[in-house]
């Protein structure tokens, strides 16, 4: 759920910092 704190739209760009959450 760390996309959601990062925002929808930068949470494709932190896809890489992301990588443990499926979206």
Known sequence: ???IILGAG???R????T???PK
């Open 19 to 21: 990588a443990e959450v």
């Open 14 to 17: 932190l896809l890489p910092l």
């Open 10 to 12: 930068q949470g494709k």
């Open 1 to 3: 759920m760390k996309v």
